[in-house]
């Protein structure tokens, strides 16, 4: 017999797991969402509004005339092939296709994978804060504990990690230690010293360096792989996307390059999750990469050079506004200060600027633990990514909606207490 509506909510019936009943939906979605309500310019979300090169649309289009069905589980051999000689000759690193490398649905994903392979229930993977939000959700769904290390911010509005705080925070269960690099959403490219803290505090705790390099092409002054490093490769996961390096964020298609063991207990887990990702997007993507490899890495060069032209180009457009913010390293976002708005908070900021201003941004008090959110409270998250039109139009319109406001100082020094 069907139950009765009335019995729906009694406590009884089907409900979801406590694993996601605590998740809300993230601040990705809502803010898109009111941006998009308000026909505003969305300088939340990060994703290029123009999209990826001819060379990227064509190779999809000549996928569609490939192969249709299930891909081999660790990804197809050719778009392996490319990603293990990119990786190896960048790196310096010798990768073998088949034991090295695991194509994934977009580094999230990979990230998921990551942490079901590495995290046993009640092990802990350290995560900095302001984090990539999927970071420490993700890291709960396998069962591990987040153990946020806040980064300190210099006068000079760099994020930085702060050495004390991490050797604080590594115990004996710590078994990953994740890194974004460069940094969503401060726009921070690591250091070498920094990177080795990292290394060297992975080695003492055994751990795996779970390494976000989604932004790998988008650090200005060039990247800083986490698999240089000395003594890193044998315990880093180094994470990449395809979507973000040839702006194609919607094919979802990333990939994990590792030690063989490390890669084989993430194969085991994707074996569960999608099995497989696209066929033809793999296709496609291996032709990318191919064809940006034949022209010698012109294509890399000269989308570090035009994101840097965006980073310079959003910074201009603030100028003499309400909000103010330093120059970033790399990546999409840049982290302003909006103290001189005339909001309480950073939540209250966003909700309200696509209606009042016609802008939309992310509050970056999401990627803060609770009792840490009160140090995002008078800042914003603003993607660079768009073309150099939206953002100076972004900048007018947050200049007019606020005229009355005084540009805020600079950034102070800023330790978490
Ligand atoms: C730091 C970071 N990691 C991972 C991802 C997700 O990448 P993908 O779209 O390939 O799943 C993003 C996307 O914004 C990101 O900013």
């Known amino acids: 017999m069907n139950a009765s509506p009335a019995a729906a909510g009694s406590g009884s019936g089907p409900r979801p797991a406590a694993r996601v009943a605590g998740f809300e939906p993230s601040v990705f979605s809502v803010y898109a969402q009111l941006a998009h309500e308000h026909?505003?310019?969305?300088?939340?979300?990060?994703?290029?509004?123009?999209?990826?090169?001819?060379?990227?649309?064509d190779a999809l289009r000549e996928a569609s005339k490939g192969p249709q069905q299930y891909a081999p589980m660790r990804g197809l051999?050719?778009?392996?092939?490319?990603?293990?000689?990119?990786?190896?000759?960048?790196?310096?690193?010798?990768?073998?296709?088949?034991?090295?490398?695991?194509?994934?649905?977009?580094?999230?994903?990979a990230l998921f994978a990551a942490f079901q392979a590495v995290l046993d229930p009640g092990d802990e993977a350290i995560v900095f804060e302001?984090?990539?939000?999927?970071?420490?959700?993700?890291?709960?769904?396998?069962?591990?504990?987040?153990?946020?290390?806040?980064?300190?911010?210099?006068?000079?509005?760099?994020?930085?990690?702060?050495?004390?705080?991490l050797e604080a925070a590594v115990g004996p269960r710590t078994r990953a230690i994740v890194v974004t690099n460069p940094h969503n959403p401060s726009g921070t490219v690591l250091r070498e010293e920094e990177a080795d803290l990292l290394v060297r505090a992975?080695?003492?705790?055994?751990?795996?360096?779970?390494?976000?390099?989604v932004y790998e092409h988008l650090s200005f002054g060039g990247p800083l792989r986490l698999a240089t490093r000395p003594g890193a490769w044998e315990r880093t996961l180094s994470i990449s996307s395809f979507g973000k390096s040839f702006s194609a964020t919607g094919w979802k298609v990333g990939w994990t390059i590792g030690p063989e063991e490390l890669i084989h207990g993430l194969a085991m887990a994707h074996q569960w999750i999608p099995f497989a990702v696209a066929t033809p997007l793999?296709?496609?993507?291996?032709?990318?990469?191919?064809?940006?490899?034949?022209?010698?890495?012109?294509?890399?060069?000269?989308?570090?050079?035009?994101?840097?032209?965006?980073?310079?180009?959003?910074?201009?457009?603030?100028?003499g506004g309400p909000l103010h913010a330093v120059r970033p390293d790399g990546g999409y976002f840049v982290l302003a200060d909006a103290s001189a708005l005339p909001y309480q908070d950073d939540v209250a900021a966003c909700r309200d600027l696509p209606a009042?201003?016609?802008?939309?941004?992310?509050?970056?008090?999401?990627?803060?633990?609770?009792?840490?959110?009160?140090?995002?409270?008078?800042?914003?998250?603003?993607?660079?990514?768009?073309?150099?039109?939206?953002?100076?139009?972004?900048?007018?319109?947050?200049?007019d909606a606020f005229a009355d406001r005084r540009p805020p100082r600079p950034p102070k020094e800023h330790r978490p207490t």
Do not use: K
């Not at 000689?85 to 580094?107: K, Q, S």
């Not at 496609?284 to 022209?295: D, S, W």
């Open 77 to 109: 051999p050719a778009l392996r092939r490319e990603i293990a000689f990119d990786h190896g000759r960048w790196t310096g690193n010798e990768l073998d296709p088949d034991r090295h490398v695991l194509v994934t649905v977009g580094a999230t994903e």
């Open 282 to 319: 793999q296709v496609a993507a291996a032709e990318a990469l191919r064809r940006a490899r034949e022209q010698n890495d012109r294509y890399y060069r000269e989308l570090r050079a035009e994101f840097a032209r965006r980073a310079d180009a959003l910074i201009a457009a603030l100028e």
């Open 39 to 57: 026909e505003a310019i969305d300088l939340g979300q990060g994703y290029p509004s123009d999209g990826p090169p001819g060379f990227v649309r």
């Open 130 to 165: 302001p984090w990539y939000d999927a970071y420490p959700a993700q890291i709960r769904m396998a069962g591990g504990v987040p153990v946020p290390v806040p980064l300190v911010r210099g006068r000079d509005g760099r994020w930085t990690v702060d050495p004390d705080r």
């Open 356 to 399: 009042r201003a016609g802008v939309g941004a992310i509050p970056p008090s999401a990627f803060y633990a609770p009792e840490r959110r009160h140090l995002a409270a008078h800042h914003l998250r603003l993607a660079f990514c768009r073309p150099a039109h939206e953002l100076a139009e972004a900048g007018r319109r947050l200049s």
């Open 202 to 213: 992975a080695e003492r705790a055994g751990a795996v360096l779970v390494a976000d390099e």
